[in-house]
């Protein structure tokens, strides 16, 4: 189901970028390592598919680079030196090894038409999967964890097969409009994000809203939603203190992986 992506490889995309942070210095370290523990406890929580699926982030300090994890390797092994650094146009300035070819054309087009999206994760992860396979809108905001995605999700009706190409790419990118959470039908999911910590706790989130969503539906009972004006405000309470929740979020997961597999850091 994956496809590598023909690529070139150097670090000359660095030239002519007076002022930037090092791509071997800390602070683009230490983005490696969050990018990390985000696939390393992805696949803890089932939501690796074989060597598929794949998360970007871009690098800080820069509007034109973005780390992303490399062709043939599945999540529970990565570590953040494994991860590539790549440019718009397909050159992979940072690593050894390619992206897989949806991962290129996929993110590539969604972080330079969406500046906002400092990080993208796509995932099949199970139930958010399996609720892009049924008719109408696939969360219903009828638990509280749902409300955490009241009025951040769109969906993308339109099922084109593998992103093999640019075309697929920007239809996607023009599909998300305001969202943060694309359902991409028959598909997955993608989560968008200003940092590696915000994306990760949406897709941790979301995998559980979907979760408890397909268990009331297995009762065979009619699902009530909350009422639109207690799920707006509910919302606006949730994304108040979103951003800190989800630095500590990952920080408690990234300790976790400290104690039990700390090679993730390598």
Known sequence: MAHAFGTTSGDTATQDRPNRPDLDGEEVTQARVELAACFR????????????????????????????????????????????ICDFDGNVVSGSGTPEATAFYIHARLHKAL????????????????LTMTEGDPLIFAGQTALKFYGRTVVDENYNGLALDEREGDRIA???????????????????????????????????ACEVQCLALSTGRRIVPV????????????????????RL??????????QEEPLYRS
């Open 41 to 84: 406890y992805a696949a803890r929580l089932g939501m690796q598919e074989g060597i598929c699926n794949h998360f970007s982030l871009m690098v800080p300090g820069y509007d034109d680079l973005f780390l992303v994890n490399p062709y043939g390797k599945a999540f529970a092994e990565l570590t953040a030196s494994d991860l590539l």
């Open 115 to 130: 500046p906002r999206a400092r990080a993208a994760f796509h995932t099949h992860m199970p139930y958010a999967t399996a």
């Open 174 to 208: 023009a599909a998300v409009g305001e969202a943060d959470i694309v359902f991409m039908k028959h598909h997955g999911v993608m989560v968008l994000a200003g940092s590696a910590a915000e994306a990760w706790d949406d897709l941790y989130y979301l995998e559980r």
């Open 227 to 246: 009422a639109p004006e207690i799920a707006k405000a509910t919302a606006r309470q949730m994304r108040d203190e979103d951003a800190e929740s989800a």
């Open 249 to 258: 979020h990952l920080a408690s997961n990234m300790r976790i992986l400290d």
